[in-house]
């Protein structure tokens, strides 16, 4: 039987909150055979089977795991999506780069990316700024593990920004040449401020790598 490529986290009549496992499409692409193999087509047919709706609200790039959320309403949606787009959402992931890091790293590393078209994302300054935040985590056999807080949500932020910074994300094939079975970045945690709509707000999972995730935010 094939594995299902996510684990509920936590579910209301609001929100369902998964764990998305890696090399799986968050939503289908202009590949037709991502049509119903992707996140968003199995959570709508699990919601299917219950009668309830489904509705996506953020992405998570294909190589990358970790945290998502998804509203069961459009009244739901629209206040999650709005926090994305305002940046009240506090996004924290976990990587692995090969350098041994410094234990006092710590970086809030902003440049200007575009997607191409074919689909690349790479600096360009007439694109979008993207804000990424780097702490050291710890070290661990293959690298060292750091803490990451994204403050936008471009496609391929954090990857590009460790590349442009001369850090080797383990894994990552397309910037850092890495050929690593898995690439090493997990998205841990989704802080969203407390609302009415929500009887949870913080949607996290326990790190794969930082020993300590570090985060005290209460919100």
């Given at each position: 039987?094939?594995?299902?490529?996510?684990?509920?986290?936590?579910?209301?009549?609001?929100?369902?909150?998964?764990?998305?496992?890696?090399?799986?499409?968050?939503?289908?692409?202009?590949?037709?055979?991502?049509?119903?193999?992707?996140?968003?087509?199995?959570?709508?047919?699990?919601?299917?089977?219950?009668g309830e709706n489904i509705?996506?609200?953020?992405?998570?790039?294909?190589?990358?795991?970790?945290?998502?959320?998804?509203?069961?309403?459009?009244?739901?949606?629209?206040?999650?999506?709005?926090?994305?787009?305002?940046?009240?959402?506090?996004?924290?992931?976990?990587?692995?780069?090969?350098?041994?890091?410094?234990?006092?790293?710590?970086?809030?590393?902003?440049?200007?990316?575009?997607?191409?078209?074919?689909?690349?994302?790479?600096?360009?300054e007439k694109g979008k700024?993207?804000?990424?935040?780097?702490?050291?985590?710890?070290?661990?056999?293959?690298?060292?593990?750091?803490?990451?807080?994204?403050?936008?949500?471009?496609?391929?932020?954090?990857?590009?920004?460790?590349?442009?910074?001369?850090?080797?994300?383990?894994?990552?094939?397309?910037?850092?040449?890495?050929?690593?079975?898995?690439?090493?970045?997990?998205?841990?945690?989704?802080?969203?401020?407390?609302?009415?709509?929500?009887?949870?707000?913080?949607?996290?999972?326990?790190?794969?790598?930082?020993?300590?995730?570090?985060?005290?935010?209460?919100?």
């Open positions: 039987m094939k594995k299902c490529p996510y684990q509920i986290l936590y579910e209301d009549e609001n929100v369902l909150s998964v764990y998305k496992e890696r090399n799986v499409f968050s939503v289908a692409t202009e590949d037709i055979k991502t049509r119903y193999q992707n996140l968003f087509s199995y959570l709508k047919s699990y919601a299917k089977r219950k509705y996506l609200v953020h992405r998570l790039d294909y190589e990358t795991s970790g945290v998502m959320v998804f509203a069961k309403n459009q009244e739901t949606q629209r206040y999650l999506k709005d926090c994305f787009e305002n940046r009240s959402v506090i996004r924290l992931y976990e990587a692995v780069v090969k350098e041994n890091v410094k234990e006092d790293y710590h970086i809030l590393f902003s440049q200007m990316i575009k997607e191409n078209a074919s689909y690349h994302v790479k600096e360009d700024e993207a804000i990424t935040e780097i702490y050291y985590g710890n070290k661990i056999q293959i690298g060292t593990a750091l803490r990451i807080q994204i403050h936008t949500g471009r496609k391929n932020q954090i990857r590009l920004a460790l590349h442009s910074l001369s850090l080797t994300l383990i894994g990552d094939k397309r910037y850092a040449k890495d050929t690593a079975k898995r690439m090493y970045l997990n998205s841990y945690a989704l802080i969203f401020p407390k609302s009415d709509l929500l009887k949870e707000s913080r949607f996290i999972t326990p790190c794969l790598w930082l020993i300590d995730p570090m985060f005290d935010y209460n919100n």
